[in-house]
């Protein structure tokens, strides 16, 4: 167990609305990651975060925004949620220098 | 960029019999990682292979590292109801340790 906790675990809400997805670790790692898991296409990467206030965008980053004001929250928000963004979203961290990734127990995200 | 293939996307197999799934990089690796995802679950870590040609055993399951640095396998001998789940490579884009970039993933199904 890597200590990584994800909130909501499950959400429902509308197009339009604004959704913001809490990622928590309570290891002070550095490295936060945000993925998006859909049928057939794997683990695709939105935005990682190198520490406070350091991020950047992955492969899927359009309609994505995140925030990192403390080491151990890692926030990623949906602006104005579309009916695309449906999917499980997995927060992941590394430890150390160790390249092997720990991922949370996911957030099940449906946008009606 | 970076593309990282898996096939087959599904297998079917009976109980004992063995199961292999494949890995191939659009791009030479640093280092190869394995995942497993039970259903209804989060990916989890299952090993890194890091030198060219190397082979690695867990119980069961044999990872290997092409000559290459570009392509991998997992092979399970004498499949078991438990090994039952989605299985994902994933490997660094260019020099970018710290990032990954995953498989599609091939889901594996066992009839007892």
């Known amino acids: 167990d890597a200590g990584i906790t994800q909130s909501p675990r499950h959400k429902v809400t509308e197009t339009g609305t604004p959704v913001t997805l809490r990622c928590h670790q309570t290891?002070?790692?550095?490295?936060m990651y945000w993925y998006r898991q859909d049928p057939g296409h794997g683990l695709r990467l939105i935005h990682y975060s190198y520490g406070v206030k350091d991020t950047d965008k992955g492969e899927v980053s359009d309609g994505y925004s995140v925030s990192r004001s403390k080491t151990e929250d890692f926030l990623l928000t949906l602006e104005s949620a579309t009916s695309s963004q449906t999917s499980v979203y997995f927060c992941?961290?590394?430890?150390?220098?160790?390249?092997?990734?720990?991922f949370g127990p996911g957030t099940r995200l449906t946008v009606t | 960029g970076q593309q990282v293939m898996q096939i087959p996307q599904y297998q079917h197999v009976q109980e004992g019999e063995d199961f292999t799934t494949y890995c191939n990089s659009s791009?030479?690796?640093?280092?190869i990682q394995w995942y497993k995802q039970r259903p209804g679950g989060h990916p989890v870590f299952l090993i890194q292979?890091?030198?060219?040609?190397e082979v690695k055993k867990q119980k069961r399951l044999t990872f290997q590292f092409g000559e290459a640095k570009k392509n991998s396998s997992l092979h399970i001998t004498a499949t078991q109801t438990t090994d039952v789940g989605t299985y994902f490579c994933a490997g660094p884009p260019g020099n970018a340790g710290n990032m990954l970039t995953f498989g599609g993933g091939t889901r594996l199904m066992v009839k007892p």
């Open positions: 292979l890091v030198k060219s040609g």
């Open positions: 290891e002070n790692h550095r490295y």
């Open positions: 992941a961290i590394t430890k150390g220098s160790s390249y092997e990734q720990y």
């Open positions: 791009t030479t690796l640093s280092n």
